[in-house]
T-cell receptor
Framework: AQRVTQPEKLLSVFKGAPVELKCNYSYSGSPELFWYVQYSRQRLQLLLRHISRESIKGFTADLNKGETSFHLKKPFAQEEDSAMYYCALSGLQGAQKLVFGQGTRLTINP | DAGVTQSPTHLIKTRGQQVTLRCSPKSGHDTVSWYQQALGQGPQFIFQYYEEEERQRGNFPDRFSGHQFPNYSSELNVNALLLGDSALYLC???????????FGEGSRLTVL
């Protein structure tokens, strides 16, 4: 069964501090992993996907198949990073059928 | 480009009623997927439409059905509404079922 676990519902850090949002997954094959973000009063949007290996808005995420994790990291948090973050995976069915985690609400304190 | 648009934004129904939600994909997109997001949860995949056919389906009962029109817009129908159907229903579109999913703002359904 496909499953995504985000162990922290809420995460609060100070501006300038490092941020790590945890994501663990369960999937028997080779999944594709994504991070989606929802800023206040905005729609859900793609932040990054592991196959692109890009850094978006200073965020990076490395797929660790041994630990089945895809943690999202940023070295220096900014206030505009406050948002709801969802980790998601897709399998052989393609990138349309995403399995989402419960989400982590990140708050950056000034 | 308005992106993915959904209507209505909010609606209230009573148990046993039927509801239809509508979605227009982003310009240039031909694939539409529907997700249900219960309060405090991540979105859950309902089904995907491409070339006017349901291509994939998540773990939802037959009360949930859909349709895609020749202009790629889509409808989600839910029959015999239950209290547990109260949720935000998200529509997402993409090109040929690949690449980035673009989400709409959702239709919030409340079942009383």
């Amino acid at each position: 069964a496909q499953r995504v676990t985000q162990p922290e519902k809420l995460l609060s850090v100070f501006k300038g501090a490092p941020v790590e949002l945890k994501c663990n997954y369960s999937y028997s094959g080779s999944p594709e992993l994504f991070w989606y973000v929802q800023y206040s009063r905005q729609r859900l949007q793609l932040l990054l996907r592991h196959i692109s290996r890009e850094s978006i808005k200073g965020f990076t995420a490395d797929l660790n198949k041994g630990e089945t994790s895809f943690h999202l990291k940023k070295p220096f948090a900014q206030e505009e990073d406050s948002a709801m973050y969802y980790c998601a995976l897709s399998g052989l069915q393609g990138a349309q059928k995403l399995v989402f985690g419960q989400g982590t609400r990140l708050t950056i304190n000034p | 480009d308005a992106g993915v648009t959904q209507s209505p934004t909010h609606l209230i129904k009573t148990r046993g009623q039927q509801v239809t939600l509508r979605c227009s994909p982003k310009s240039g997109h031909d694939t539409v997927s529907w997700y249900q997001q219960a309060l405090g949860q991540g979105p859950q995949f309902i089904f995907q439409y491409y070339e006017e056919e349901e291509r994939q389906r998540g773990n939802f009962p037959d009360r949930f059905s859909g349709h895609q029109f020749p202009n790629y817009s889509s409808e989600l129908n839910v029959n015999a509404l239950l209290l547990g159907d109260s949720a935000l229903y998200l529509c997402a579109s993409s090109f040929m079922g690949t690449g980035e999913l673009f989400f709409g703002e959702g239709s919030r359904l409340t079942v009383l």
